[in-house]
């Protein structure tokens, strides 16, 4: 079964412990990611920008499962930002760096194993392959190697 990516959940635990820490939450950002919105001005020679998403920073900060949005002064010009959550590429605290830089996200899709065994969920079996299970164990199922 395919899983959500865990990035949106790092990102909230990682921003609430740094808060919680007394420290200031930064955000590493690929601004040239898919949905970025952020003033491009202030973007490095590499694409990133650096934010600073303290509570005391800017207004109306939401993390969801999709990304991070809120309201922040550049120059003194109040600019609504978003950005995804795959545009994160880390969130750290800016007193010790302590935090997490994230690895570039792979297709949550799980291809199907390319030779090698498979495993196959056989109901009513026993480790074994056998059928002799008892009967409370033949409604469990079971892992099966197959080659």
Known sequence: MAMTSSRPYMIRALFDWIVDNQCTPYILVDAHAEGVSVPQQYVNDEGQIVLNIAPSAVQ???IDGEGIEFSARFGGVPTQ?????????GVYARENGQGMIFEPEQDTTPEPPKGGPKIEVKEGRA???????????????S?????
């Open 60 to 62: 109306g900060l939401v």
């Open 81 to 89: 930002l978003y950005i995804p959550c795959s545009g994160v590429l």
């Open 127 to 141: 480790p074994d392959g056998k059928s002799g299970a008892s009967k409370q164990d033949k409604n469990r199922p």
């Open 143 to 147: 892992l099966t190697v197959v080659k």
